[in-house]
């Protein structure tokens, strides 16, 4: 096959649609009178060189991203940031409201829940119970109560527990409130509270504690 240079430069596209191997070399030739051309059949011709070699391009495949998956750990972490809410029961005692809590894993005991007292109040018979003794280099913080301003001791529980909602190294003041409703053991006081945020549902009569994040 001969042809001039622009028709030999198209032949390959043509011939690529009837045959994928039909433009698989060309060869640029010169003529017997001179002129250089381009072909895929040099026979014919002399001083030929191979300018194309290979085979049709095949269409672009699009890139493969593998699917990301998700590792233990990223569950692990989100796992880590939920935010379990706690609720528990209250119930009236007088004009206070009562709630039930657990000191060191072996104690019940019942506090007036009172957000506005910035340390939790225990009373000298469950501080005995759980074996804690104030030591005379104790310290001591400074109470309003309706007899005036005393001097209590302070202590430290290891952990204290509401339902699910636990918070440990609890420091409270050991302090017996007059005249408290049968069965309360002091005030649970925001040296637990504040630790979470804290609803009060009285008409569910519930205690409703989250983890503040």
Known sequence: MKCSVALCLALPLVAGLSDPLAWAITYRCVDPSGHVVFTDS???LSTCTVVHKGHPAEPAQPAQHPTPELS???VKVESDRATVEVTVPIHR???SLVVQARLNGERDAKFIVDT???ITVLSHEVV???GLVPTASAPTITLNTVGGTIRADMIRVGVITVGE???RNVMVAVHDLPDPPTGVDGL???SFLD???VTLDLQEGKLHLARRK
């Open 42 to 44: 040099p026979s014919q």
């Open 72 to 74: 233990s750990s990223s």
């Open 93 to 95: 005692a007088g004009r």
């Open 116 to 118: 506005g007292a910035d």
């Open 128 to 130: 005995r119970d759980l």
């Open 165 to 167: 909602a636990e918070v």
């Open 188 to 190: 649970l006081g925001l």
């Open 195 to 197: 630790q979470f945020l």
